[in-house]
Nanobody
Framework: QLVESGGGLVQAGGSLRLSCVASGLTFGAYTMGWFRQAPGREREFVASIDRGGSRKYVDSVKGRFTISRVNADYTLYLQMNSLKPEDTAVYYC????????????????WGQGTQVTVSS
């Protein structure tokens, strides 16, 4: 089970930190990812971190978002700075056993999502 939290309403230029707490899986063995889905759009890759700490980001968030994990706490984070209105979406965390990939179809476990709304 994956449970996200930390979403909310923020003004453009502001920051939020999302958290995802895992249970029922060996967290440290999994590649973890953040995805987002805006109304009327497909779910898109945001960032991912593998069990060794390697990271990958979508170009639109590079330099603004940071993905991290604390294996001992079974927790995944997404620090989001300099938020823009186009970052508005439901954000989901996801897990897979294999290496980093940007395709949501390749992830086996999903959280229920947390809403992030950025006002202009």
């Amino acid at each position: 089970q994956l449970v996200e939290s930390g979403g909310g309403l923020v003004q453009a230029g502001g920051s939020l930190r999302l958290s995802c707490v895992a249970s029922g899986l060996t967290f440290g063995a999994y590649t973890m990812g953040w995805f987002r889905q805006a109304p009327g759009r497909e779910r898109e890759f945001v960032a991912s971190i593998d069990r060794g700490g390697s990271r990958k980001y979508v170009d639109s968030v590079k330099g603004r978002f940071t993905i991290s994990r604390v294996n001992a706490d079974y927790t995944l984070y997404l620090q989001m700075n300099s938020l823009k209105p186009e970052d508005t979406a439901v954000y989901y965390c996801a897990a897979r056993l294999e290496s980093i990939t940007t395709s949501p179809l390749a992830y086996d476990y999903w959280g229920q999502g947390t809403q992030v709304t950025v006002s202009s």
